[in-house]
């Protein structure tokens, strides 16, 4: 099994494997995590995209968002309050 560090991090672009049944070195992160000559799945490698790399983006961009709001009411508010 991965461990929580493993699915929250990931296991990395770098990490190669080798097939225990055909000799065949791969990389787990584009083959789903298993091996794509044989459907083997290697231990501890975690295939989906690290938490903190989906995290990431989505928190930016709730952060601007939430800025650009912020500004956009502050503008509206002082071009009312002139007019
Ligand atoms: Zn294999």
Known sequence: MSSLKDRVLGTGDGVRVR????????????????????GWRPEGIVEETPLVQRMDWFMVM??????????????????????
């Open 62 to 83: 709730l952060v601007a968002v939430v800025i650009v709001s912020i500004v956009m009411g502050i503008l509206v508010i002082h071009a009312y309050a002139q007019a």
């Open 19 to 38: 097939c225990e049944f055909d000799d065949w070195e791969f990389s787990p992160r584009f083959t789903d995590g298993v091996c794509p000559l044989c």
